[in-house]
């Protein structure tokens, strides 16, 4: 017996559900990719990215995920055999690093902890020995969607300035962007990159860079230009070399009519939105986690995302069963463990799209799972975190 009947319900952090009117934007004929109103939709998109970023930089839009935005950013400023930093807080930046590694960077990972935020002093402390300034990038995310850790970027920049560095610095925003704040001026970012399919509300296929003074004088000399990621070429007169090639028409669709929900409802309020959800998703943890068998993975409270949480298993525990328990008899998807979380953990999605019945229908369903299978848990997560949800939309 099961009670999934009905829509089953994707909590993974990413691809996000899609609103229901991101998704009719897109029901619509191609439009002329040469003039007319789709010059205007790419106007109001870029507007849109320079809006989210908080940036009077330059934006750039690419038919891609974020992994091409990553070699974008790599190859639109940097030259073959240049030293990047690589700061490690999860999977992703030694991702992006790795890409820099095939690229023929120079990459040095800065270590770090699967299970904490990077360490400010630890930047400081490397960027001061570089002596001979051979380090002409600091490769960061704002939030590792694998580990769920959130980075203080604010104070990673303070580091590379106290240390009097002048190194590029770029900050991947792609679990991150519209779900929490994000200044890249007001921070002092050289460059951002972004991804469609989390806090942006839109199917996956598009992928962001926002582009400063600095990257982009970096731009001028790079020795890793490529036709299709090549900014100057983008910078072109002609509408189509935005896109270098046909525009993702529907796509774009898509992204203006979630900016529209996005603005509508205010930034400010939608990182409190967000914050609301998140919190409730740990409250819920916190009380399940006095039965031993489920943990956060991130230590300090602090450093726990708002856009994604992830839970470790105790040792003796596969959470393959919950996993299949939450789909194939609630419907309910959540997100698996990846990374050095593969098969340890899983993790609870609270970005883009989302509100408080999606978030409690989850919760009841995970604490539905713990009984079900037999889990040892603290009673009341749900209640838990129902009751500080009420108390705090009270005032």
Same mark, same amino acid.
């Given at each position: 017996m099961t009670v999934r009947q009905g829509r089953e319900f994707l909590n993974i952090p990413g691809p996000t559900t899609v609103p229901d009117e991101v998704l009719n934007a897109m029901h619509r004929q191609p439009i002329d990719i040469y003039g007319g109103p789709l010059l205007e939709v790419t106007e109001r998109c870029r507007e849109g990215l320079k809006k989210v970023?908080?940036?009077?930089g330059r934006p750039y839009i690419y038919v891609a995920n974020g992994h091409g935005a990553w070699e974008a950013a790599l190859s639109n400023t940097l030259t073959k055999g240049d030293k990047v930093l690589v700061l490690a807080s999860g999977l992703f930046a030694p991702a992006w690093g790795e890409m820099a590694r095939m690229l023929g960077l120079d990459v040095e990972i800065l270590p770090g902890d699967w299970r904490r935020a990077?360490? +400010?002093?630890?930047?400081e402390e490397r960027l001061r020995a570089d002596k001979p300034a051979e380090i002409k990038a600091v490769l960061v995310v704002q939030v590792d969607t694998a580990s769920a850790v959130v980075n203080d970027i604010p104070a990673i920049r303070k580091a590379i300035d106290a240390a009097g560095h002048d190194a590029l610095f770029m900050v991947d925003t792609i679990a991150s962007l519209a779900t929490m704040p994000f200044d890249m001026d007001g921070w002092q970012v050289d460059l951002a990159v972004a991804g469609s399919q989390k806090g942006l509300m839109t199917p996956p296929g598009l992928s962001f860079i926002a582009a400063g003074e600095p990257a982009l004088a970096a731009h001028r000399s790079a020795g890793l230009r490529t036709s299709y990621w090549?900014?100057?070429?983008?910078? !072109? %007169?002609?509408?189509?070399? $935005?896109?270098? !090639?046909? +525009?993702?028409?529907?796509?774009?669709?898509? @992204?203006? $009519?979630?900016? %529209?929900? @996005?603005?509508?409802?205010?930034?400010?309020?939608?990182? %409190? *939105?967000? *914050? @609301?959800?998140?919190?409730?998703?740990?409250?819920?943890?916190?009380?399940?986690?006095? !039965?031993?068998?489920?943990?956060?993975?991130?230590?300090?409270?602090?450093? *726990?995302?708002?856009?994604?949480?992830?839970?470790?298993?105790?040792?003796? *525990?596969?959470?393959? +069963? @919950?996993l299949k328990f939450c789909e194939e008899k609630c419907g309910v998807v959540l997100g698996i463990g990846i990374g050095a979380l593969n098969g340890k953990g899983f993790r609870i999605a609270h970005m883009g799209h989302i509100n408080a019945p999606m978030i409690l229908g989850v919760l009841g369903v995970i604490e539905t799972t713990l009984i079900a299978l037999d889990i040892p848990h603290g009673a009341g997560g749900a209640g838990a975190a129902v009751e500080w949800l009420g108390r705090e939309l009270s005032v």
């Open positions: 970023f908080r940036t009077a990077v360490d +400010p002093g630890a930047v090549d900014w100057t070429f983008r910078d !072109g %007169e002609v509408h189509y070399q $935005k896109y270098c !090639g046909t +525009p993702p028409e529907h796509l774009l669709f898509a @992204l203006e $009519k979630a900016f %529209e929900l @996005l603005f509508r409802e205010g930034l400010e309020a939608a990182f %409190e *939105r967000h *914050r @609301l959800l998140a919190e409730a998703v740990r409250r819920a943890v916190s009380v399940w986690a006095e !039965g031993g068998a489920i943990e956060f993975n991130i230590i300090e409270p602090g450093q *726990r995302s708002n856009s994604v949480t992830a839970i470790l298993m105790a040792e003796d *525990r596969d959470p393959a +069963p @919950l």
